[in-house]
């Protein structure tokens, strides 16, 4: 429970924020069952990981931001512009084969990203207070999003190269130079 500002007094966070709060505890639950094992990457958990994060993405880019921005009389939430270069690098990270470079990437960039999203000042918290009674409809919307399909990784120099400069647009610099740990010369 969050501390409300006016009052003092502890508050739930919004149906809108629990919903994707919680979304973010099953990914970093999948992600870590992934890695659980040092040697051996459960790809199983790996792929499960990978569909969620890409469906998360797609809900918040066309279901949330954009309901709060016609909420907002046009005007997007402050944070947008950064959510979505996280978003573009973290899907560009997700079309390689995970590797340890890959992966701490991808959980560097989520530990700033699902900080600026959550708790009682998150972007979460500020949509649902632009979208006030509409918030239930985008819940809703929330909960029939559709899966993602989902393609084949790919491992080709022109794919790395584009990881990396989604990541490093994003502003994730020394992630984006530790990728492939210097293998693609």
């Given at each position: 429970?969050?501390?409300?500002?006016?009052?003092?007094?502890?508050?739930?966070?919004?149906?809108?924020?629990?919903?994707?709060?919680?979304?973010?505890?099953?990914?970093?639950?999948?992600?870590?069952?992934?890695?659980?094992?040092?040697?051996?990457?459960?790809?199983?958990?790996?792929?499960?990981?990978?569909?969620?994060?890409?469906?998360?993405?797609?809900?918040?880019?066309?279901?949330?931001?954009?309901?709060?921005?016609?909420?907002?009389?046009?005007?997007?939430?402050?944070?947008?512009?950064?959510?979505?270069?996280?978003?573009?690098?973290?899907?560009?990270?997700?079309?390689?084969?995970?590797?340890?470079?890959?992966?701490?990437?991808?959980?560097?960039?989520?530990?700033?990203?699902?900080?600026?999203?959550e708790g009682p000042d998150g972007v979460y918290e500020a949509c649902e207070r632009v979208l006030g009674g509409q918030a239930t409809a985008v819940l809703e919307?929330?909960?029939?999003?559709?899966?993602?399909?989902?393609?084949?990784?790919?491992?080709?120099?022109?794919?790395?190269?584009?990881?990396?400069?989604?990541?490093?647009?994003?502003?994730?610099?020394?992630?984006?130079?530790?990728?492939?740990?210097?293998?693609?010369?």
């Open positions: 429970m969050f501390d409300h500002p006016d009052r003092g007094m502890p508050r739930a966070p919004g149906l809108i924020a629990r919903f994707l709060a919680d979304d973010h505890e099953r990914l970093d639950d999948l992600l870590q069952r992934a890695l659980d094992d040092r040697e051996v990457m459960d790809d199983e958990a790996y792929a499960a990981f990978r569909r969620g994060l890409l469906k998360h993405i797609s809900m918040e880019e066309k279901i949330v931001l954009p309901a709060a921005q016609r909420a907002n009389g046009g005007e997007p939430m402050p944070q947008a512009p950064q959510l979505r270069l996280d978003h573009g690098a973290l899907a560009a990270l997700l079309v390689p084969p995970p590797s340890p470079s890959v992966v701490a990437a991808i959980r560097s960039i989520l530990e700033v990203h699902n900080r600026i999203e919307a929330l909960r029939a999003a559709p899966e993602v399909p989902v393609n084949p990784h790919s491992d080709t120099p022109l794919v790395r190269s584009a990881t990396r400069r989604a990541v490093q647009r994003a502003g994730y610099r020394q992630e984006a130079e530790g990728l492939w740990d210097g293998l693609d010369g």
